[in-house]
């Protein structure tokens, strides 16, 4: 998929920069993080079907930027039990901050460019998980970062918050049970409940237990 794979690269190459400059993503820079996002979908001016692949390429560049990043401060930082302890503390906060701001920008952007919002939001968020398990990092912070970035760009759209989470968690949840069936289900315990004042409501069969 060129477009996908075009608009993943250049993402990673605008926001890579700013995530080797803190060592992690913060609440601070989720804001830049999904503008520099949204900035670089629009550049790509890419509309019709291909559209469809620019929210998955632009989590994907997000999610990846910030696993090289995470990756080189790990070898760093892993230096005792304690300090390895409170390096994954940090690293899972941050692939959570990655997966929030990847979707509000890929969402947006992609949006603009002519994709119905709830289809992005889905396809954003079970980019967000399937790219946090190849680049090797938590995915349950990377499904509820997701949600709760779906949860933000639903604000100012016709698609309601609860709508919104609901896609996402299905996306999230759909791919974390592609990744395994155990996997599947601690994706889904930890979004079902309230993510950011909204009820999430899961609506797929896909990683319960009955």
Known sequence: MPIEQDIGRRVRDSIIGTIKGTGEIT????????????????????????????????????????????????????????????????????????????VIGAVRGSSEAGVETIEAIGRASHSAV???????????????????????????TSVSAEQAASAAAVGAIDAASDIGEAAGKRVRNALEGTISGVKVVAKSATGSSS
């Open 27 to 102: 609440e601070a820079t989720v804001g830049t993080l999904s503008s520099a996002v949204q900035k670089t979908i629009k550049e790509v001016g890419s509309t019709g079907a291909a559209a469809s692949d620019l929210a998955v390429g632009a989590v994907k560049g997000t999610i990846r930027a910030t696993g090289d990043v995470l990756g080189l401060t790990a070898t760093t930082a892993a230096q005792s039990v304690s300090t390895a302890a409170t390096s994954a503390g940090s690293a899972a906060a941050s692939i959570g901050n990655a997966a929030r701001a990847g």
């Open 130 to 156: 399937s790219e946090a398990s190849a680049v090797g990092t938590d995915v349950t912070a990377a499904a509820v970062g997701a949600v709760e970035g779906a949860i933000e760009v639903a604000k100012g």
